[in-house]
């Protein structure tokens, strides 16, 4: 009996427990927050108050009602890089800060926005329970204006877990993955956690609001279109679009039904969206009608298509060869944490180096990225941090795995769609067959039906969401064949040279030109080499090339180049990597980095870089 009453109370807490915190909804990120004549905005980023909970005893002794024996956090910045005893800690950690919320704002929605906890998050206002977050990389927000203090101070508590585990996605705490490093991530690269992006609050008017604008874009001849779908919340009727740039400005009413409303624009002689000429057009949409506009949001757009023939990669219906890089957001003590000037540096990198494109490696990038390769012309393929993902094992972590990847997919699409210089979504780089061989080559390998089945969906939910974009599997060396079939255009990951004929260019580029004959024969689609480089240390030299000198890095750089340039279907090479990056320890990553950049971690050129800047731009 008392057994019984035991079990009643903990499911009767647990379940009031649970429904405390909303699960953050993917709908709610799809507009950036934006600051202008009746949206507000506050960035929240500065110093907080942080403390690890490694007993993990912070919710029950009410941590969220006040931290106490903190130590002070930048946000954003991962927290292994901020301290010299938390470089490997990977449990609970609490972060608080204070914030006035402007008293202008009262009468209007008030939201918090997180733009990337990693890897799980749940978030309190004045110690009441707001709402919980699964997964890094990637923003959520709450409407939190029930729990704000007028006048006062209000405390924002943001709790995050980041520990590793196989039914995650990235995956960690995989018993034989390939990686074996330490900490125990099965992917390349160090496993950092924290908040890694602004914090925000901004606000919305309460009346009616946008709640997001979804842009297609295309054009028949000199005649471009834009095709506005915007949703709404709140009683609205009426709105309008108006698109301006390049000296014009067109206008179209929007009628919404059921809260939403659809328009086509033509923009006669329009101007396209290319590397070459990234113009970008204004899109403001105002809800409301003449009397009194009730919200407005600008966004810049480039009209562009992007399509596959049986060959070649096509941007506005002609070809483009995709020349860059697959990076990282990494850099010294900001670790994962978003760092301004790093971007813009990275950007005038690869345009000094001749680049027109980069992969989002492993993970979605921070907003700026996006934003920045629209305004500088870069063409991105947007990437879940779907790595190391397998199929095999344990069929309940294979189910989590695979809903946390469709999550992924439903909010990098709804965030970055409306990205010109996002030309393909990416839904896992390397998954990991039960009996990967790398010495073997793709084809022959058989894919399990559970993975084939896996991806049909996760492709058929980014297509369902986004069909003006191509769709693609990276693929690892010794993976199977069909998967990589599944997607618009073939995306391969190969070391010959260097994890298989180690040292053996020669050797390397034959299996190499054979596969990729064979990849091309089997599909029909053309192909990126999505990832190829050799680890090489700065100032390491050999007259005649050798592993881990610039000489070799150079080399290998060069003859995958010369591969691909003899084949009309390849249509992109990206080296790995753009710049040095952290790992884990492990016995392949000497001083747990990865030394494949043609720049260092700190952005200094090494040979391999000024051989693309020459290759690239002919200077
Ligand atoms: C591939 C991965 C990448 C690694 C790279 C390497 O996609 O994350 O960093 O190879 O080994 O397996 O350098």
């Keep these: 009996m008392k057994k019984m009453a035991i079990l009643f109370w903990v499911c009767c807490t647990t379940a009031g427990y649970a429904q405390e915190f909303t699960v953050a909804d993917p709908a709610m990120i799809g507009l950036f927050p934006q600051q202008n004549e009746i949206r507000n905005t506050l960035n929240l980023s500065g110093i907080w108050k942080f403390r690890k909970d490694s007993l993990e005893v912070g919710e029950q002794d009410k ?9 002070p956090i930048a946000v954003p910045g991962s927290w292994n890089e901020q301290f010299t005893d938390s470089r490997d800690y990977l449990g609970l950690a609490w972060y608080e800060t204070e914030t006035f919320v402007p008293a202008a704002w009262r009468g209007q929605r008030i939201f918090l926005r997180v733009g990337s906890a ?20 990637l923003p959520f927000a709450f409407e939190i204006g029930s729990r704000v203090q007028w006048g006062a101070p209000n405390r924002i508590t943001i709790q995050v877990e980041n520990k590793l585990s196989p039914a995650r996605v990235p995956t960690g705490n995989v018993t034989g993955g390939f990686f074996s490093s330490y900490p125990k991530a099965n992917y390349d690269f160090f496993p950092y956690a924290g908040l890694h992006r602004d914090v925000w609050l901004y606000s919305l008017p309460a009346t009616a609001s946008i709640r997001d604008i979804t842009v297609k874009t295309g054009f028949n001849g000199a005649t471009g279109s834009i095709e506005l779908k915007v949703a709404a919340d709140g009683a609205v009727k009426g709105g309008k679009a108006v698109i301006s740039g390049n000296g014009r400005r067109f206008e179209s009413p929007l009628n919404f039904v059921n809260n939403t409303a659809t328009a086509t624009i033509a923009i006669p002689d329009v101007r396209l969206w290319s590397p070459e000429d990234p113009f970008l057009y204004q899109i403001d949409v105002t809800i409301g009608d003449a009397k009194a506009t009730l919200d407005h949001y600008a966004l810049e757009t480039g009209v562009r298509t ?16 995709l020349k860059g890089f697959g990076k990282h957001e990494d850099f010294p003590i900001f670790g994962r944490g978003v760092a301004n000037p790093v971007i ?21 990038y921070d907003e700026t990225y996006m934003q920045m390769a629209d305004r500088e012309g870069f063409l991105i393929i947007d990437e879940i ?11 309940s972590e294979l189910a989590q795995r695979q809903a946390m990847c469709r999550q992924y997919i439903n909010e990098l699409i709804n965030r970055d769609k409306n990205h010109p210089s996002v030309i393909m979504w990416n839904v896992a780089n390397e998954p990991m067959p039960a009996d990967l061989n790398i010495n073997g ?6 894919a399990s039906p559970e993975s084939m089945a896996a991806f049909r969906d996760l492709f058929a939910l980014v297509k369902e969401k986004d ?5 693609t599997v990276v693929g690892v060396m010794g993976g199977p064949a069909e998967w990589l079939g599944l997607g618009d255009i073939i995306c391969i990951n190969r070391y010959y040279g260097w994890y298989t004929h180690t040292g053996d260019l020669a050797g390397g580029v034959k299996i190499l030109e054979m596969e990729l004959d064979g990849l091309h024969k089997q599909f029909n689609k053309p192909i990126i080499i999505t990832e190829f480089g050799a680890d090489t240390y700065p100032g390491m030299h050999a007259d005649e090339p050798e592993m881990y000198s610039e000489e070799f890095q150079t080399q290998f750089i060069k003859a995958y180049l010369d591969v691909a340039a003899a084949r009309d279907f390849v249509a992109g090479m990206h ?10 320890q492990g016995i392949i990553r000497f001083s747990g980095m990865n030394y494949k950049g043609v720049f260092t971690r700190d952005r200094r050129p090494k040979a391999a870089a000024h051989y693309l800047r020459s290759r690239w731009t002919g200077e």
């Design 63 to 71: 941590w969220q009602g006040g931290l106490q024996d903190f130590r």
């Design 118 to 137: 990693n890897y799980a998050a749940k978030v309190w206002v004045n110690g009441q329970p707001v709402g919980r977050h699964e997964g890094g990389h």
């Design 306 to 321: 992007v399509s596959v023939t049986d060959k070649e990669l096509l941007l506005n219906g002609k070809p483009i060869f």
């Design 344 to 364: 813009v540096k990275d950007f005038s990198l690869m345009k000094w180096v001749g680049a027109n494109s980069f992969r989002t490696s492993h993970y979605p």
């Design 385 to 395: 941090p779907a790595v190391g993902l397998y199929f095999h094992g344990d069929a």
């Design 441 to 446: 080559g793709s084809r022959g390998r058989e």
């Design 467 to 471: 069909n003006t974009r191509l769709a």
């Design 575 to 584: 080296v790995w990597a753009f710049a040095d990056f952290k790992t884990g």
